[in-house]
């Protein structure tokens, strides 16, 4: 499936958005350049099979299996190799999740392998010059400054912004590596894209993370997508969606500010006003509650604190829904009996819903109307959340974040004992290797690191405010694109005020460009995922292998490779990889796996060995498209990639669990239930589930997570092995190395985390029951009063952040229209890569803005005229305008992806040679705002204020 921008996108005539074929090849010099002209020619004849001149006809063609590096969806690909050439590729016609489906992305995934624009050896800014070193030279050089610094302000000014896109061997090094350096300030893409799913789902009923798969969507009676438009971020899981339409008369509902492509295929469409997520689901929840539509066994059994959201929810009724949110009364009903009247359900959420200072309260809310509807733990329900990146989940799961160590356990001593044990180095030593001092009476080692979303006002801010030694004064951007981020005006400030910058990626990205430096600027080009192998993770937990396609081209080299090198300049090389084997510099990728199967018991990242997880992809054609389960064959009966939790040691067999919660099948086959994550009371009531249990637990209603105690108590402790027993003694389901816990509660039909209640409320938040308030920037002053943000607060992860200060200061006069951001399905992430590909580039060649017609005509200009758009803190971008009813009156929409522009200035001359990317553009987070989620610290990209101007 190739989904492109429509016709309009790419007329040639002078008020289209676009500019011609032949002016695109013209200006970006792909005519001249890298590309042969005779390769590139246009027509019937445009599309022309590849013609490797310096490979044999004759050579025996590999074909190699791996997974596509865009978004998680997973989509499996053969690539053919031939003497060590990527000659062709075809998407996986017997893979279980794309089944011969491919998008333009994936299905452009060659040129990545063999890009002429990539990185081709280290690099540093000198002068204002480019100069190649060698990689000795750099890792020297690096290693010597980051050492410097350590010893001047504290190994906590040193930031490893690490990567989406690492395998789970590499992101699992990663965090390692931050670890032994002796700092939390670590963290990755998650951040700005699901932490607040990741907070609020886990804090709800458990884990973080999506709780069926792309394929158990075929058995989906209704869907909602909200802050979701899998039509162009999802294009292959848009093909699931529409098998359910077809096979299941599935109903859709969307519900989105812009009417998008997603929402051009649903039965019906509820455009609501950016920021006001949880007032639409309080006004769902109103007629359900009203209708008494909702489960109301499922809520007694299974939920905790619904009393709770049923006041919330009295205070929403139609009237007051539509004064905030601007959905009517009818549209709200029908939204409401559609999904009450066709279950199981499934909802579905991204970007849209997460990416505000109320991400948490949001994502919360979505759980609640499944919690209602009795959707979850059942095939075709469930909380269906796509994730961005290949490997955002599996970088999330390895604990690349500011807040916890791999496998989400926090960074509380024990934490750090339990893992220092899986590194098999002592504690003492651990500890030493951070700052020992106290701020505001925490220590930087347990206290949460400095998040991505806030990496400038590390540097930026005064120190005294900061809890840490110093400020952030080196930064690693290793795989990331910092034009994801909001504010980049003070970006860039904060990119001059830094010692030094090192950027490790296969392309110099918009950070080599856009900083203003003459100097301190490293570049060190590391190898795509296709010139390395090993483990990722899809959206639905599934853990995927892949094969190595080719070497590294260029002098790239792996991540792991990398680490490697650096680790031994900064002298903790030999802790590092203690029980890893290293050849040729080289990590051992299946060392890697081994090591954090042996300490991930809290999420069953335990079972899925580098054995099993290749047998999985070799056998990939056996597993059903819809149950994911494989028929027959070498591993009958498991769950394609074995998608955690994967329960036990690798020799217990566990199957994976497709669908999380599930108490129809036993623990042994997959079930579950909700996590005893909360206690076992709460203000005088029990939190354990009451009559509802997994089938065949032999503990027929609710009980605590497992330990030695628990064991000893029911009886079963002698069920464990002499081993097990001297391992397991004070230990409990997630602290327990030789997993035998955890196969003795399995054994007699337990799930080792408890079975409680999900709650509809959380006690630790801001907001106990989630709330809507007016967003930062907000254009309705009337509903301030009613609505508020929080109050200002002197330390959310290590910093001060700004709330009522911001939102008491009107800037809607000056700032009339909404601006709101979103994906395209030509682009990815911050878009270097694939608007380095030249495939791509051509589908979509300009940087826009969305403008409904009456505000073009307001305003004063035309489709295809250049414009302005400001954001209220004064960031500015220049940019095509796409005038278009997409978008109602008083809302812009600007895709993210572009870079290579700042503030009207071109930055192509400032990439080294030969690197520029064939289309640049403004980057949209240049206009963006201050805006942060209080748990999380998720930046807030989806509503603003802006002007627009004719430039």
Wanted: glycine letters at 10%.
């Amino acid at each position: 499936m190739k989904l492109t921008k429509r016709s309009e996108s790419v007329k040639s005539n002078s008020n289209s958005l676009g500019v011609s074929r032949r002016a695109f090849m013209r200006n970006s010099a792909i005519a001249t350049g890298g590309i042969a002209a005779g390769a590139y020619t246009f027509g019937p004849s445009m599309i022309k099979k590849a013609q490797a001149e310096t490979v044999d006809p004759d050579a025996k063609v590999e074909v190699k299996r791996t997974i596509c590096s865009h978004c998680s969806v997973g989509c499996g690909v053969y690539a053919h190799v031939q003497d060590g050439v990527w000659t062709g590729q075809e998407p996986a016609f017997d893979h279980p999740f794309n089944a011969g489906g491919h998008c333009a992305k994936g299905a452009a995934l060659r040129e990545h392998g063999h890009g002429e624009r990539r990185l081709k050896y280290p690099m540093k800014l000198e002068g204002g010059k480019w100069k190649k070193l060698s990689w000795d030279q750099a890792i020297e050089e690096i290693g010597a400054k980051v050492l410097s610094i350590r010893e001047e302000s504290g190994p906590d000014s040193v930031y490893w912004l690490g990567s989406a896109k690492h395998n789970n061997e590499q992101a699992y090094l990663f965090r390692k590596m931050a670890s032994l350096w002796g700092t939390n300030n670590v963290d990755h893409q998650a951040r700005i894209c699901h932490s607040t799913t990741v907070s609020g789902v886990a804090n709800t009923w458990g884990y973080g993370a999506m709780t069926n798969s792309f394929n158990d969507m075929h058995n989906c009676k209704s869907m909602l997508f909200i802050g979701s438009n899998p039509a162009e971020a999802h294009p292959v899981a848009m093909q699931h969606i529409l098998i359910a339409k077809e096979k299941n008369q599935c109903k859709i509902v969307v519900a989105d500010p812009r009417r998008t492509r997603t929402a051009a295929k649903s039965d019906h469409y509820c455009s609501l006003r950016p920021g006001t997520d949880v007032a639409f689901i309080w006004g769902l929840l109103w007629h359900i509650f009203a209708n008494e539509w909702e489960d109301k066994q499922f809520i007694e059994q299974r939920v905790f604190g619904m009393d709770e959201i049923r006041t919330e929810v009295a205070k929403w009724p139609p009237k007051e829904v539509e004064r905030v949110t601007g959905v009517s009364e009818d549209d709200v009903y029908k939204a409401a009996k559609i999904l009450s009247e066709n279950r199981p359900g499934s909802i579905i959420w991204c970007m849209g819903g997460t990416q505000h200072t109320t991400g948490n309260n949001n994502t919360r809310a979505y759980c609640v109307l499944e919690l209602a509807l009795g959707n979850l733990g059942k095939s075709g329900g469930g909380a269906n959340i796509f994730r961005g990146h290949d490997n955002v989940q599996g970088a999330t799961d390895l604990g690349v974040l500011s807040h916890t160590l791999p496998g989400y356990y926090g960074l509380a001593d024990g934490s750090w004992k339990h893992w220092a044990k899986v590194w098999d180095l002592d504690f003492e030593w651990v500890k030493a290797r951070f700052d020992q001092n106290e701020y505001r009476g925490k220590k930087p080692m347990n206290n949460m690191g400095i998040p991505v979303s806030r990496w400038i006002d590390g540097v930026l801010e005064n120190k005294d405010n900061i809890e840490q030694n110093d400020n952030i004064r080196a930064m690693f951007y290793w795989g990331h694109a910092v034009n994801s981020q909001t504010r980049g005006v003070e970006m860039q400030k904060a990119m001059q005020k830094l010692d030094m910058m090192v950027i490790v990626d296969p392309y110099p990205t918009h950070a080599a460009v856009m900083n203003n430096r003459t100097d301190g600027v490293y570049l060190l080009p590391a190898t795509t995922q296709f010139e390395t192998h090993g483990s990722v993770t899809a959206s639905n937990r599934s853990i995927q292998w892949r094969d190595q396609v080719i070497e590294p081209l260029f002098d790239s080299k792996p991540d792991h490779e990398i680490m490697y090198l650096l680790s031994s300049k900064l002298g903790f090389a030999d802790q590092l990889f203690k029980n890893i084997t290293v050849e040729n510099n080289q990590p051992r990728i299946e060392d890697v796996t081994r090591e954090f199967n042996k300490g991930m018991w809290t999420i069953g990242y335990t079972g899925q060995s580098p054995e099993r997880l290749k047998l999985h992809q070799q056998n990939w054609h056996t597993f059903h498209k819809t149950s994911l389960e494989a028929e027959g064959g070498p591993i009958h009966g498991e769950t394609y990639g074995l998608p955690w939790p994967c329960w036990g040691t690798a020799e217990m067999k566990h199957p994976g669990t497709h669908i999380l919660y599930d108490t129809s099948k036993p623990v042994a086959q997959g079930g579950g239930n909700f996590r005893a994550r909360f206690g076992v009371e709460f203000e005088g009531q029990s939190l354990l589930a009451q009559d509802s249990y997994s089938l065949g637990c032999e503990l027929e209603d609710g009980y605590p997570e497992f330990s030695d105690k628990l064991l000893k108590q029911l009886g079963w402790w002698d069920d464990l092995t002499a081993e097990e027993k001297v391992a397991a003694e004070g230990k409990n389901w997630k602290t327990d190395l030789s997993g035998g816990i955890q196969r003795v509660a399995i054994k007699h039909g337990c799930i080792p985390f408890g079975n409680a209640k999900a709650r509809a409320i959380v006690w630790t938040f801001p907001d106990r029951v989630p709330l809507h308030r007016e967003p930062l920037y907000t254009p309705r002053r009337d509903l301030v009063t009613d609505y508020p943000t929080w109050n200002d607060s002197e330390s959310i992860y290590r910093l001060p952040t700004l709330y009522k200060s911001i939102q008491d200061q009107d800037k809607s006069a000056e700032y009339p229209i909404v601006l709101t951001s979103g994906r395209l399905v030509e682009y990815e992430g911050g878009g270097e890569e694939t608007r380095s590909n030249p495939w791509l580039a051509e589908l979509q060649q300009e940087m826009f803005v969305e403008v409904n017609p009456k505000d073009a005509n307001d305003i004063g200009f035309k489709d295809g005229d250049m414009v302005w758009v400001e954001g209220a803190e004064k960031g500015r971008i220049k940019v095509k305008a796409m005038v278009t009813p997409r978008v109602k009156p008083g809302l812009a929409f600007i895709p993210f992806h572009f870079g290579g522009r700042f503030e009207g200035e071109d930055l192509r001359p400032k990439y080294p040679e030969g690197t520029q990317p064939y289309v640049v553009g403004e980057a949209a987070n240049t206009a963006t705002t201050y805006g942060y989620d209080p748990v999380t610290q998720m930046q807030e990209t989806k509503v603003t204020l802006c002007n627009i101007t004719k430039a």
